[in-house]
């Protein structure tokens, strides 16, 4: 008698539990709802953002969905090594060298329109993805540097090919402390 | 909880201090330099006047090359609060505006005014401010901004903006340490000028209202010491304090820690604690801005080394080259295996890659060291001795630093509080293994700077991809709202339009009757738009299949089919021959047409029929009257569409008007209508043209009712057309 009763009021409450613990979980899985998939989010966070398409997408964005879904992870030459490494930590997967068939990692650079050679097409605003070219129709085009990706899509349709990539120079702010430090020592 | 203002008090009094954790201690080696009076050094012949010498923005230059300048001139200007001016050290002319090399570990090439000297030093016009305590403390914050002051104790903040709080002050900490070894322009300073730097305490007590002034020296300079308490001697809450001697007691951190034993928090600033802290060097700047309205174009500098013969202290036009500083401090290059000037201390200083670097407003020492001053570089394996530990003043655990930022461990190195290092140096000085572990911080800092630099670049390339992407879609939906718009008001303006048409047909058939019964012309049957000849539709629409072919044919088909069936027209007013009159119902044989269109054709060009030929007609009759060709490409502008169609009604209407008066002149002739297309538009107007010249002749009567007809047969198709069009197109 009192082993039964022991039985039933054991189910009843794992049973209760069971059922408050769902209550919960649905509740929270209704009021907590993540909308977008998270993983493209912090895959789009590790990409640099140029939206060059070298990787074959539209856009980085695009890109971070294919490797959501199982893409490689070694198509984006703009963000090298350093980019796959920790596309391979987040992904869980080992890190592979940057895929040669989309290209090569570059030092950094920004376009440059040689503007007395611009005939004002307005071809290459079309294509810069960032909005980082100035201009309008028949008007010379300028590049603002800052806003530049150094992303190489407005060099092709320019029918005049006056569109340059140069590298980006360096300045004391961007300087990384290559020399070799001053030596320090007791002296007498 | 920090440590309360009268417990502090309490402990000064009794002439104690707190003290820092770690700290190391150098040979001082200051001797070599503090023995002689600031010299002063010669007007160099070029000055070179970096535009950007604090922390901040720089300004704008306000002048030109060739421009002559006069000494405290201001050379660049600007509206925002993180600029301070730079000021032509001397008179002279400007030869150049241009990137020279820098007073920066890098050496890359920075703006730079070039001053060629004209060595008469002429002052330009001062507005001193001497009655600074009846003047309101924004004024006083100005002329010291205008001044171009900028901390000149190393970091080169803008002091008026250190010296502008939100907060109540405990404290102002005058910073006399001057820790590091060789540097004696502190020292000198206060020897020498402890009145003025006294001065420009009280200018600072006047802007932040202190409760009490703390002038921290220590106690290696005795004669400091002395000549500051002299200089103070007046002002019972301003007290000079004597710090032990430990290197580095002078950083901004451990002397409030020693003074007042409070601690910066790791992201705070010193106000935060309740304390303020200006160098010695700045107040003495500040008194010659207010008393005397200088700008600070001119700093002491210690040149000193083993290298230099006449180590000493001379007070150095900002810009000066450091070449000209050495040759007058007697540098002595053979000393060194290899040339070797630092900017600094031996513990913060970095080498010069150029002796044309310019003196500049943080430049407090040049040290040419010979190389038994200076250890070789014999960087071994890290031992885990944590003797860098112990001297750490920032508590840091120097070691673990050095691991993760060699393994660019970047995060790891962060965790561990990277950016809390004051790059002191102390560590490295300890490190048996001589391993320069600041250097390794200094990399790691830059690095994670500058990935910080490009995470904001890219989010901001992310968020412009974005937007630009959202603006291109909202563009693309507002076109075709657009369209649709403009096609709704279109098929509402036709449906009205329409009905207006079919009335005027019925009131010009009315009215057409009415006149030809009255006139008893013999047949007004032609007009009758209804009329079917039910016995050749099985023919008609065969023949509208074969016409719509060639509709789509080539438009030089087209035009010859436009010949044939001119010439045929022609031919058919001379002959005037007896025809039946045989006419299809024109709607039906429109509808066909929209349909077969909206099943083949793409395009925006669409073709009305005004009429159509039987042809079993033609087997009898040996001409055919075809109308003009009509064609109502229909344009995106409404208003295009409406001029071509009402020039297409008009030449249609010509050519009925014609064809009707051949009818009635041979009292049996009926036009027949046909249907052909044409992509140009001058094809219809040559047949308009020619009918023109024949025009003369018509009954002007009979005209304008048969005008009236095909304009509204004509206006019918081409709605009708239209409509199939945006049906398609919805």
């Keep these: 008698m009192s082993l039964s009763f022991a039985i039933l009021t054991a189910l009843l409450a794992i049973g209760l539990l069971a059922l408050i613990f769902g209550v919960v979980l649905g509740f929270a899985a209704v ?7 998270p993983l493209v989010e912090q895959i789009d966070q590790i990409l640099p953002q140029t939206q060059c398409g070298q990787c074959g997408f539209p856009g980085c964005k695009p890109y971070a969905q294919a490797i959501a879904d199982g893409d490689e992870i070694n198509k984006c030459p703009p963000g090298g090594d350093a980019t796959i490494k920790k596309l ?35 071809k290459c605003i079309q294509a810069c993805p960032v909005d980082a070219i100035l201009g309008a129709a028949k008007q010379m085009h300028t590049v603002i540097a800052d806003e530049c990706t150094g992303c190489d899509l407005c060099v092709d349709p320019c029918p005049v090919d006056c569109i340059d990539m140069l590298p980006v120079a360096n300045s004391t702010s961007s300087w990384r402390w290559d020399i070799d430090a001053i030596p320090i020592k007791q002296i007498g | 909880m920090q440590n309360s203002f009268n417990n502090i008090i309490e402990k000064l009094n009794n002439h104690e201090v707190w003290d820092f954790p770690g ?26 006047v970096t535009v ?35 000021h032509a050290p001397t008179s002279g002319e400007i030869t150049a505006i241009q990137k020279h090399v820098s007073a920066h570990p890098s050496g890359l090439p920075e703006l730079t005014v070039l001053i060629t000297s004209d060595q008469q030093d002429k002052w330009t016009q001062l507005s001193p401010l001497v009655d600074y305590q009846n003047q309101p403390k924004m004024q006083v914050l100005a002329t010291i901004c205008d001044a171009g002051i900028s901390g000149m104790g190393g970091a080169g903040f803008p002091t008026h903006i250190k010296s502008s709080p939100k907060k109540d002050l405990d ?30 305490i009280d200018v600072l007590c006047h802007l932040l209202n202190p409760k009490h002034v703390l002038i921290g020296i220590e106690n290696n300079k005795p004669e400091a010491i002395e000549a500051m308490q002299v200089a103070c001697r007046e002002n019972p809450n301003y007290r000079v304090c004597s710090v032990p001697t430990k290197y580095p007691a002078g950083g901004e951190k451990q002397l409030i820690q020693v003074l007042t034993n409070r601690e910066v928090p790791a992201q705070g600033l010193p106000v935060d604690v309740g304390v303020i802290m200006h160098n010695v060097g700045t107040c003495f ?19 000193t080394g083993e290298a230099v013969g006449k180590p000493g202290n001379v007070w150095a036009l900002i810009g000066s080259p450091l070449a000209d500083l050495l040759t007058q401090g007697d ?51 890290c031992i885990r001795c944590s003797a860098c530990a112990d001297a750490c003043p920032a508590s840091l655990l120097p070691q673990q630093l050095f691991w993760h930022a060699k393994a660019k461990e970047l995060e790891k190195a962060q965790d561990y509080n990277l950016f809390d290092c004051i790059e002191c140096g102390a560590c490295a000085y300890v490190c048996p293994s001589e391993i320069p572990l600041v250097h390794y911080y200094r990399i790691a800092k830059s690095e994670v700077r500058i990935e910080q630099e490009e995470k904001q670049k890219s989010d901001k390339a992310r968020d412009r991809f974005e937007k630009r992407e959202a603006r291109l879609i909202a563009d693309q939906q507002a076109r075709d709202e657009k369209h649709r718009l403009a096609a709704e008001s279109r098929k509402q303006a036709m449906a009205s339009n329409g009905n207006n048409a079919k009335d005027k047909i019925a009131a010009a058939l009315a009215r057409a009757k009415a006149k030809k019964q009255a006139l008893s012309v013999a047949d007004d049957k032609a007009i009758e738009p209804t009329a079917v000849a039910p016995a050749n539709e099985a023919e008609q629409t065969a023949k509208l299949e074969a016409a719509e072919v060639s509709t789509k044919a080539a438009s030089s088909n087209q035009r010859v089919q436009a010949a044939i069936a001119r010439a045929k027209a022609k031919k058919a007013a001379a002959e005037a021959r007896v025809s039946k009159p045989g006419r299809e119902d024109e709607n039906d044989a429109i509808d066909d047409k929209d349909n077969s269109i909206e099943e083949k054709q793409q395009d925006a060009t669409f073709k009305t029929i005004t009429a159509q030929p039987a042809k079993a007609q033609q087997d009898t009759q040996t001409e055919l009257a075809i109308s003009p ?66 025009e003369q002749q018509i009954e002007m009567k009979k005209r304008r009712i048969a005008a009236a007809v095909a304009k509204a047969k004509a206006k019918k198709a081409t709605q009708k057309a239209v409509m199939s069009k945006e049906d398609k197109t919805l």
Excluded at chain 2, 25 to 48: D, V
Excluded at chain 2, 285 to 303: H, M, N, S, Y
């Design chain 2, 171 to 200: 404290f102002l900490i005058i910073n006399g340490i001057e820790c590091e070894p060789y540097i004696t322009s502190d020292d000198r300073l206060m020897r020498e000028h402890a009145w003025q730097i006294r001065q420009g």
């Design chain 2, 23 to 48: 700290g190391v201690f150098p040979a001082e080696r200051k001797a070599m330099s503090n023995q002689t009076p600031i010299g002063k050094s010669s007007i160099p012949e070029h000055l070179y």
């Design chain 2, 629 to 694: 060709v009509v064609i109502a490409p229909l344009n995106q502008e409404p208003d295009k569409a409406e001029i071509k169609q009402a020039q297409i009604a008009a030449a249609v209407a010509k050519a009925k008007a014609k064809r009707e008066v051949q009818k009635i002149a041979k009292s049996q002739e009926l036009p027949n209508q046909t249907s052909a297309a044409k992509v140009n538009n001058t094809v219809t107007e040559s047949p308009v043209e020619r009918l023109k010249t024949e």
């Design chain 2, 285 to 303: 700047a500040i008194a010659d801005a207010i008393f005397a309205g200088k700008p600070l174009i001119e700093r002491v500098v210690t040149v």
């Design chain 1, 31 to 37: 009021k907590f709802k993540v909308e977008s998939d």
């Design chain 2, 52 to 86: 950007k010498q604090h922390i901040g923005v720089e300004g704008h230059i306000i002048v030109e090359v060739g421009q002559k300048v006069l000494k405290g001139q201001a050379l660049t200007k600007s509206m925002n609060p993180f600029a301070v001016p730079i």
């Design chain 2, 331 to 381: 540098y002595k290059q053979t000393l060194q295996s290899q040339p070797n000037i630092i900017m600094g201390g031996p513990m913060m200083g970095f080498s010069v890659t150029s002796d044309l670097v310019p003196v500049v407003k943080t430049t407090n020492c040049i040290l040419a060291p010979t190389d038994s001053e200076m250890a070789g570089n014999n960087e071994q394996a």
């Design chain 1, 88 to 122: 391979a930590d987040l992904m869980g997967v080992e890190a592979k060298s940057l895929d040669a068939a989309h290209g090569e990692e570059d030092i950094k650079k920004v376009a440059y329109i040689r503007e007395d050679e611009c005939i004002g097409c307005t």
